[in-house]
Structure formats: structure tokens, C-alpha cells
């Protein structure tokens, strides 16, 4: 497969999960990877706290927005990934181009509850289950994978994480 990969990162809101899985797939890509992300119903604006998770780690955010995939009809992207969480009853986008896809279920911390240092916890997690999914997807020779392997990898880095 040609890099750099293209990429887009679907959920609901595109405020929080695929915000994250974006910047963090454009950083540690080096180049090999290129990402996108938006929503099925997005909520039109980035959670400050998805921006605050990234900046205290050092990942640069560029100026994210949060987007229609309406609004990319047409695009091609090697592989789509869902990170809307099923599993808690959240409705995931369904991307309706003959595309690669894999499904990363990762709890929505947008509706996290608490005082700050709670929610900026679930936070946290939220960055840290992105993180280690995308730097083993980093970690393959994507240079050397055809679409079917792609897909199968990210379906395989998902289940070694063993969530949703």
C-alpha cells in the first residue's frame, strides 16, 4: 500500500474520540500515515478537554474542527475506523464507500461526570487507548499491507487491547 495511508476517524459528535485519534495518528505517523476525522451528528465545535489532553502531552492539534462526514462524500480513504462505543448504545456512522473498515470501540468521554479532575481522568484513559492502538498500528510496515491486511490489523490492534 502506497503512504501515506489516509485514514479518517468516525464518531458521533467529532468533538472528542476522533479529534484524539487524528492528531495522534498525524504525529506518530511520521508522514506514513495521513488522518482525518469527523461525525455522523457532529456537535459543530472540539471539547476544550480533547484539546487540553494533547497539549499536555506535546501533541500538536493544528486547528481542528469538528465536521459533517458529509462533508468529505467523495474523499478516498484506505481505511475508515468507527470509535463510537456500541456497546454502550451509541449509534456508529456507517461509511457507505467500498472502503477498508474497523471498528475501535472507545467510551464517549464527552458525557463524563464529575469535578475537574474526574473528567480530566476519563480523559486521560480516552487518550491512552487511542494512543496504544495507533502506535501499533504505527509499529507495522504499512508499506508492505494491501487493503484486506490493513483492515485485518487494525481489527487485530484492536483486539489486543481487549475492549468493547
Not at 11 to 28: K, M, P, Q, V
Not at 90 to 101: I, N
Amino acid at each position: 500500500m502506497a503512504t501515506p495511508i489516509k485514514l479518517l476517524f468516525l464518531c458521533t459528535g467529532n468533538s472528542c474520540r476522533s479529534i484524539i485519534a487524528e492528531a495522534l495518528a498525524n504525529h506518530l505517523g511520521g508522514g506514513r500515515i495521513r488522518a482525518a476525522s469527523a461525525g455522523s451528528r457532529p456537535s459543530g465545535q472540539v471539547h476544550p478537554r480533547a484539546l487540553a489532553v494533547l497539549e499536555r502531552h506535546g501533541i500538536p492539534v493544528g486547528e481542528p474542527s469538528s465536521k459533517s462526514m458529509d462533508d468529505l462524500e467523495g474523499e478516498h480513504f484506505d481505511a475508515i475506523v468507527t470509535v463510537c462505543d456500541a456497546a454502550a448504545g451509541e449509534s456508529c456512522p456507517v461509511w457507505l464507500a467500498d472502503t477498508a473498515k474497523s471498528h475501535w470501540g472507545i467510551p464517549d468521554p464527552a458525557i463524563a461526570e464529575g469535578d475537574d479532575a474526574a473528567i480530566d481522568t476519563v480523559f486521560e484513559a480516552t487518550y491512552e487507548r487511542l494512543r496504544g492502538r495507533i502506535e501499533d498500528l504505527v509499529a507495522l510496515d504499512l508499506e508492505d499491507l494491501n487493503a484486506l491486511g490493513l483492515t485485518a490489523s487494525l481489527q487485530k490492534i484492536h483486539r489486543s487491547h481487549g475492549e468493547h
